[in-house]
């Protein structure tokens, strides 16, 4: 699994690399100080992952990841940050990241959420999870036509179960379905949809009511 940090802090860098150097499946391959040195990363080393800091001087975590997502959809931004607040958190789901980390998050989970996200489930630090779940909850639900005319029934079935926080396997087992079948309705779900990622799929199935 090939990773870029991205963080403005030397030492926060060096101390990353250290620990996700002793998994042997991360290979960190690139170390930004700021947004536009690491979208410079993306594109020289094909990372799969950009473990993403926000507050930083020049270009910031957010237009960094909203580069990275638009150039180049198939690598994932897992931001890792010490900022909670509403504004850092919605803008930077917004932008494309599939999850959010606070920097107090213990290292084994750091690396858990690396492999997670490359597997294609979400991490976010409880108290973001808290913030969205509650923003979501306090707008109007949207109508679901436009939506349900885009998906066929199977595929909304699937929309339904992975807005819950499902994985591959647990969708299959909830559907009785084979991964594989999973696998193809959510891409054909994220492409209808014209997102990136099934974070950004699930917040749309929420705002439209389909539970």
């Known amino acids: 699994m090939r990773v870029v940090i991205c963080d403005d802090q030397a030492i926060v ?24 040195q690491a979208v410079e990363l993306v594109e020289k080393e094909s990372p799969d992952l950009v473990l993403m800091d926000l507050k930083m001087p020049g270009v910031n975590g957010i237009e960094a990841t909203r580069r990275i997502r638009a150039r180049f959809p198939n690598v994932k931004v897992l931001v890792l940050t010490t900022y909670d607040d509403d504004e850092w958190v919605f803008d930077a789901i917004r932008a494309g990241a ?40 306090n707008q109007q639900p949207q109508q ?30 909830t559907l009785h379905l084979s991964e ?25 199935a929420v705002q439209h009511g389909i539970r």
């Open 98 to 137: 599939s999850g959010y980390l606070l920097k107090d998050t213990p290292h084994a989970e750091v690396v858990a959420a690396i492999k997670g996200t490359l597997a294609g489930r979400a991490y976010t630090d409880p108290s973001v999870t808290e913030k969205l779940l509650r923003a979501v909850a």
């Open 144 to 173: 679901a036509t436009q939506i349900t005319d885009k998906l066929t029934e199977r595929e909304l079935d699937v929309l339904r179960v992975l807005s819950r926080g499902l994985n591959n396997a647990a969708i299959a087992e």
């Open 180 to 204: 594989g079948t999973v696998r193809n309705h959510i891409s054909a779900i994220l492409a209808k949809l014209d997102v990136s990622d099934r974070t950004q799929a699930a917040v749309i």
């Open 13 to 36: 860098r060096d101390g990353l690399a250290m620990l996700l150097k002793l998994d042997r499946e991360i290979e960190v391959v690139g170390r930004a100080e700021d947004g536009l």
